[in-house]
């Protein structure tokens, strides 16, 4: 079995909104927890996915992972050195331009281009290079796939599971794209409100999630898609549409199960106090091959 490269433990990222004039001049404010105690990890030459509602704190996750913003508490370990309170630092600085033109499959002549003249395809696959000019043994993929039609989407996700084998990479992947999640990740965590509620391997994940955010993040994707077809015929799908993806509206309980509000499982068994007692917010629980889940009724 490969060796763990990444562990996350107990991570939180806490940031202060300050509304009004009083709260301006004492320095207090709302504290919002944008990532809120999240644990996980990542072996060698693996790609997890990560995947969640905007909002609900990937992109803070990766940018915390990567030294890029500081955690308010818990633990970064990168092969086996705690790089939590660590500065980032410039880095080795190499000059392989060619020899990553090749490694991204772009051309020689693309050299001399300017930004502007590359196409979006080819613009991901220099940001790739970019990345590729350390030598790095783990990426944090954010969206690497997002504003690019099927085909280029298809040539990326290619090409960074070439890589992977060939440099042994090892990624944590971040995308709104369930399929191509699906399709590049072996796991996939999924975060509601700052906390995982799910994590499990990529095909169980997608086909028997155990938590009901899960299953509904999964089936409003097979809804988007039937509304894209319709609304070639129809323009009232165009508010069906509206009205499908109008279900999250990110309101957090003040305790218990931050999904009860609008949980059908919490509803279907006639409002249970558990998940609405405050000491009592279900933790992730092994269900069985690895699979943890955040139910009380999982």
């Not at 069906?240 to 109008?246: A, F, M």
Request: glycine share 8%.
């Amino acid at each position: 079995m490969n060796r763990t490269i990444l562990e996350v433990t107990d991570l939180r990222k806490e940031y202060s909104q300050r509304r009004g004039l009083i709260s301006m001049l004492t320095g207090q404010g709302r504290v919002i927890p944008a990532v809120d105690g999240v644990s996980f990890y990542l072996r060698e030459n693996e790609t997890v996915g990560l995947v969640g509602e905007s909002g609900c704190g990937k992109t803070t996750i990766g940018r915390t992972v990567l030294r890029l913003t500081d955690p308010s508490s818990g633990r970064v370990v990168f092969d086996g050195r705690d790089i939590t309170n660590e500065r980032p630092s410039d880095g080795e600085i190499a000059i392989r331009i060619r020899e990553l033109l090749e490694q991204v499959s772009l051309k020689d002549s693309k050299l001399a281009n300017f930004p502007s003249e590359l196409s979006g395809g080819e613009k991901r696959r220099v940001g790739i290079a970019r990345v590729l000019a350390v030598r790095p043994r783990l990426i944090v993929a954010d969206e690497p796939t997002s504003a690019l039609d099927i085909s280029i989407q298809a040539q990326v996700v290619n090409l960074l599971r070439d890589l992977q084998k060939d440099l042994g990479l090892t990624y944590l992947f971040i995308s709104h794209d369930l399929p191509v999640v699906e399709l590049v990740s072996q796991k996939v965590a999924v975060m509601y409100l700052g906390r995982i509620v799910e994590m499990g391997l990529a095909e169980n994940i997608a086909h028997q999630p155990r938590h009901p955010y899960t299953g509904i993040l999964w089936s409003s994707l097979a809804d988007k898609q039937t509304t894209e077809v319709n609304r070639r015929v129809d323009d009232v799908t165009v508010e069906r549409e509206r009205r499908t993806w109008g279900v999250f509206d990110f309101e957090q309980p003040v305790s218990g199960c931050r999904f009860a509000p609008r949980c059908p499982l919490y509803k279907d068994k006639g409002s249970p106090a558990v998940c609405t007692d405050p000491a009592s917010e279900p933790q992730l629980r092994d269900v069985g091959h690895g699979h943890v889940v955040a139910c009380h009724f999982a």
